[in-house]
């Protein structure tokens, strides 16, 4: 949370919080931390935080998003209102192409995402987004056990794995506002190192290693794919740069093409854009897509419609020739998280097998449990024992 004149581009840092603070009642500032609504007295004359927060409730209902955290919090001078509850619930499940359920895998509970299968199969990256264990975790896919990767304080988002399965990149949300990206070794413990490119997240990395697909995230100005080259220069160059957003690209596994998201149509569609180019970008979804992930012998192109099911377009290539796709088909429906808040978005929330036969979707199991809004006139902080 930060504190800023209407007159001046300055600002002051007062505190980390999930959401966006409410002053309310009695002089406080309420606001919300790993899920507990906290209450801190605000100094109007210092302008700037006093004494120690106040447990005020537990379990605030909210959505943390990548960049955007709600909370079922609001206020005024003489009253608070606010929500409790748990939240839509999640699963990551397996299906096979019918849309049979398999299995799950891992916990159920309401902050996982992004789920990427490891290489090798055994392993499954995902993070937490809100709570007190929010950050990047590891699903050991054989025991079904989970583990924290990231050990340090932060907002850790979009972990994807190197292609041989023994390093990370993600990016984070730096307390100064920044979003970079980084890369760490997987079991040496060894510290993160920030890739030499600023204001971007992390999508994907190239099956031979050499690039790292991202988006540059910069206020007020589109979003557009970007390319790092881990090799050579190491400078990083724009793949597709327009005043409309890209973003959720994806290598193809012979690394020819990158599919991604656009809203240039006035939707956001699936397109193809032939790596590292020349050559003109095709449209690959009918009707709306989103979340592109290929097959793992690059023969089939899969992507979420806007009813949530789950397309597949087969795509063959003679030598010589340019890559021919058919048109989309269904597989099957599925009950996958979907992101509400336009402009927002979470990620793929879906992986597919290493032998392409089966695909781990982040579902959501039920919807939150209703509770009565509070309202509290005249709030005032626990007296003292």
């Given at each position: 949370m930060y504190l800023g004149s209407l007159d001046s581009h300055d600002a002051k840092r007062l505190f980390d919080a999930d959401a966006a603070a409410v002053l309310g009642p009695s002089g406080f500032l309420f606001f919300v931390r790993g899920g507990t609504l906290l209450a801190r007295r605000f100094d109007a004359r210092a302008l700037e935080p006093a004494g120690e927060p106040v447990r005020v409730a537990d379990e605030l209902l909210g959505s943390y998003s990548v960049f955007l955290g709600k909370a079922a919090l609001a206020g005024s001078s003489t009253t608070l209102v606010y929500r409790t509850g748990a939240g839509v619930q999640r699963q990551f499940m397996w299906f096979d192409r019918s849309g049979n359920a398999l299995g799950t895998a891992g916990p159920s509970d309401s902050t996982i995402h992004n789920p990427d299968i490891s290489p090798d199969g055994q392993q499954i990256l995902f993070q937490r987004v809100g709570g007190l264990d929010r950050g990047i975790w590891l699903l050991d896919s054989s025991r079904d056990t989970v583990s924290r990767f990231t050990i340090e304080e932060g907002r850790y988002i979009f972990p994807t794995w190197s292609p041989d399965g023994a390093?990370?990149?993600?990016?984070?949300?730096?307390?100064?506002?920044?979003?970079?990206?980084?890369?760490?070794?997987?079991?040496?413990?060894?510290?993160?190192?920030?890739?030499?490119?600023?204001q971007v997240v992390v999508y994907d990395w190239s099956r031979d290693g050499r690039f790292i697909l991202l988006t540059k995230v910069i206020p007020s100005r589109s979003r557009d794919l970007w390319v790092l080259p881990l090799e050579g220069d190491g400078k990083p160059f724009p793949l597709v740069e327009t005043r409309f957003e890209e973003r959720e690209g994806q290598f193809a596994p012979d690394g020819s093409f990158v599919a991604f998201e656009s809203n240039e149509t006035g939707r956001f569609e699936i397109y193809l854009q032939p790596f590292p180019g020349p050559g003109e970008k095709s449209l690959v979804s009918t009707g709306g897509g989103e979340h592109p992930r290929w097959r793992p012998d690059g023969r089939e192109l899969f992507y979420i419609a806007p009813d949530g099911s789950l397309m597949a377009v087969p795509l063959t290539a003679a030598e010589g020739k340019d890559l021919k796709l058919d048109s989309p088909a269904k597989l099957f429906s599925t009950r996958i998280l979907r992101e509400?808040?336009?402009?927002?978005?979470?990620?793929?929330?879906?992986?597919?097998?290493?032998?392409?036969?089966?695909f781990l979707i982040n579902v959501t199991t039920e919807d939150a449990v209703t509770s009565p809004i509070i309202v509290v006139l005249n709030w005032k902080p626990p007296e003292k024992p």
């Open positions: 390093r990370l990149v993600f990016s984070k949300l730096e307390g100064d506002g920044a979003v970079n990206a980084y890369q760490r070794a997987v079991r040496s413990g060894e510290p993160e190192e920030r890739l030499p490119i600023d509400t808040t336009p402009g927002y978005n979470y990620n793929q929330q879906y992986d597919v097998s290493p032998d392409g036969k089966r």
